[in-house]
Every structure is written in C-alpha cells, then in structure tokens.
C-alpha cells in the first residue's frame, strides 16, 4: 500500500506540506489503495483546500489515519475519505476559517465575501461527512471545538479509534491550546517535562479597538459621524469593516425610500395635470394670462400644485437607479443572499454607479 505522510504545517513554505508535495506523492497507478498519515496543526485555508480536493478525487481505495492531531483545515482535509481512522489520544479541532487583511471598504467586504464562501464549502463538507445539520456544524465552528478520539467517532468525523497511541511533535499552537489536549498529545514526560509545552487555558482574547488613524487609511471616504461611532465604540478594524458595508446597505434603504417618495409625488403631479386638463376643455382658461398659451399648459399646472418637474432618463437609457438595483440582485447570487455583501460586491463591479445613483438622487 502507497503511504503518504501530511507531518507538520500545511502552506507553501519551504518547511511546510503544499498540495504540489501531495500530489508528486499519489501513484501513478490511480487504483491502488493509499494511506494517508495526518499529523497537523492546519495552516493555508487555500492549500488545505487544494489537499482536499486532490484525496476527493482520487478514485483508488484510500483511508486516512490521523496520529495525533487534526486541526484547523487538516480536520477538514479528513472530509475527503470515506474511511477514517484516529489514535486513542488523537485529537480534531474544528474552527470558522480566517484572515488577516488590509486596506478600504472595498478590500474588507471581498475578503469578508470569499471567508464566507469558504465557510459555507466547509459546513457543507462537514454536515455531509459526519451527517450532522449544518446548523450544527456552524455551531461547532463558531466555538472553535476540540474533539478527543472518542467525541471524533461519536460525532461522525471518524469511522474508528486506532490500536495504539502516537505520541505527537510538538506544535505551533502548543501555548494557547487547551492544557488537556497538550498532554494527550505529547505524554507525561515526552518533551522533558517542560511546563511550557505542556499548554495553557485557552485565553479570553479581546480585539485591539481600532484607531482613529487606522480607520481614516482604512477607509479614507468614511464621514466623520461614522468614525466618531466606530470609536465610541471601540470596534477593531475587522469589525468597523462590518459596520461600514451595513451603513452603505442603510444608505442605499434610505436612498430609495426617497426615490419612491419622488415617483408618488410626480405620479401625484402627473394625476392633477390630466383631471385639470380634462375640466379645461370645457372650462374658462382667462384667468392666467399663462395658461392661455396650449404649449405652457403641463409646466403651469405643475407649478400651481407647488411641484418641481422632475429630470427624466434619457430615451433608450435606463436610469442610474435602475442600474443600481440591477447590480444589487446580480451580486445577491454570489453573495449567497446576503444584502450587505451584495451592496459591496456591486459597488466594486460597478465603479461610479453608487456615485452617479447619489447624484442622480441628489439632482431631483
């Protein structure tokens, strides 16, 4: 049997294991069976994903043995095979996927996107191997859960516990895992029965709030109200990120309750003129030296009712507003029905279009 080992930090790096190192690994002969030996502490989300989809479509036999520990994006690399096996003192930790990143608005609300794209594949994938609802499995990430050998087969995520126990390296993560999980790795014992690998308690950590100089790089159009909010506040930058797709959705309501606010006043306008027009065949038009003149008739009527015309669309050209909303439902599909995704996907795809839908707004 052809046994390839996954021992260490998943990335590109020199010392870490890259979906090219698997893949030089597989046989040439795609029918025979592979085991695979997993010992990871996780590391890209992109590279666990490319391991991932290399083992799913690999149609020879293949079992994965996990000795020690999967976490991060090796538990969800473990998703690939139907046949999973893990040490008595073997561990998986299962946790929401993240970045860190940096720029604007625009920056923050794509990688906000493609984190949630990310969560979703891998909900799905955890929901159809162990098949729990993915509600659930949202649950179990959202706490980023640790699951010892047992809990790992109970819950689905591993067919069977292994004979023997592997006694794991030591990993990156080591100081802000959980004590317990640090002495089922490594033993009494096994690193010099040095204290600071035997781990801490998971610690509560607080988000840096961002500051005001951080907020105006990050998002030089913000107003000054909003940022004066995010600092009251204390947010940290990923966090004002958040708040700065949902003013622009806000804006974006409030901007077409004031649209629809100037359609009923023009459909109003355009009602009183034709009832005018219909008394006036008939009627005495002296009373206004204006309104003798046939071509001035619409324009008076509207200025009698207090009225401001209103600018129409060029001919054959849907309107800034128009467009606008077009954009928004587009972007709906990839934002997988989330409103302030899609307002951000929008206004990236479509530069100038918010802008020139405010000044058309503005304009009237």
């Given at each position: 049997m052809n046994t390839i080992k996954i021992d260490g930090v998943i990335g590109t790096a020199a010392d870490e294991i890259s979906a090219a190192m698997v893949r030089d690994q597989l046989p040439q002969d795609t029918t025979q069976p592979i085991r695979v030996i997993l010992n990871s502490e996780g590391g890209s989300v992109f590279q666990g994903f490319a391991i991932h989809d290399i083992f799913a479509q690999y149609p020879g036999p293949k079992t994965l043995s996990i000795e020690s520990s999967a976490f991060s994006i090796a538990s969800f690399i473990a998703c690939a095979f139907d046949d999973v096996e893990i040490t008595s003192n073997g561990y998986m930790m299962l946790h929401n996927p993240y970045t860190v990143a940096e720029g604007d608005d625009e920056e923050f609300a794509k990688q906000a996107a493609t984190l949630g794209q990310l969560k979703e594949s891998m909900v799905k994938a955890y929901a159809a191997r162990s098949g729990k609802p993915e509600e659930e499995i949202r649950a179990i990430l959202k706490n980023e859960t640790y699951l010892n050998a047992q809990q790992s087969v109970e819950m689905g995520f591993a067919k069977r516990i292994a004979g023997q126990k592997t006694i794991g390296r030591a990993l990156a993560k080591v100081k802000t895992m959980p004590h317990g999980v640090v002495s089922a790795l490594l033993g009494s014992g096994s690193s010099g029965d040095n204290d600071s690998l035997k781990g801490k308690a998971m610690p509560e950590?607080?988000?840096?709030?961002?500051?005001?100089?951080?907020?105006?790089?990050?998002?030089?159009?913000?107003?000054?109200?909003?940022?004066?909010?995010?600092?009251?506040?204390?947010?940290?930058?990923?966090?004002?990120?958040?708040?700065?797709?949902?003013?622009?959705?806000?804006?974006?309501?409030?901007?077409?309750?004031?649209?629809?606010?100037?359609?009923?006043?023009?459909?109003?306008?355009?009602?009183?003129?034709?009832?005018?027009?219909?008394?006036?065949?008939?009627?005495?038009?002296?009373?206004?030296?204006?309104?003798?003149?046939?071509?001035?008739?619409?324009?008076?009527?509207?200025?009698?009712?207090?009225?401001?015309?209103?600018?129409?669309?060029?001919?054959?050209?849907?309107?800034?507003?128009?467009?606008?909303?077009?954009?928004?439902?587009?972007?709906?599909?990839?934002?997988?029905?989330?409103?302030?995704?899609?307002?951000?996907?929008?206004?990236?795809?479509?530069?100038?279009?918010?802008?020139?839908?405010?000044?058309?707004?503005?304009?009237?």
């Open positions: 950590s607080t988000p840096v709030a961002a500051t005001l100089q951080e907020i105006k790089t990050a998002f030089p159009k913000a107003k000054a109200d909003f940022i004066v909010r995010c600092l009251e506040k204390s947010l940290p930058l990923a966090s004002v990120a958040t708040a700065a797709a949902e003013e622009m959705m806000t804006e974006n309501e409030d901007l077409k309750k004031q649209v629809d606010a100037l359609k009923a006043q023009l459909a109003e306008a355009q009602a009183a003129v034709v009832v005018t027009d219909g008394e006036d065949e008939g009627g005495d038009m002296g009373e206004d030296p204006e309104m003798e003149d046939p071509n001035c008739k619409t324009k008076c009527k509207a200025k009698s009712k207090g009225v401001t015309p209103i600018a129409k669309a060029r001919a054959g050209q849907p309107s800034a507003r128009a467009r606008w909303d077009k954009a928004v439902a587009d972007a709906m599909a990839d934002a997988r029905g989330d409103k302030v995704k899609a307002v951000a996907l929008a206004n990236r795809n479509n530069p100038g279009l918010r802008e020139a839908f405010l000044a058309e707004v503005n304009a009237r």
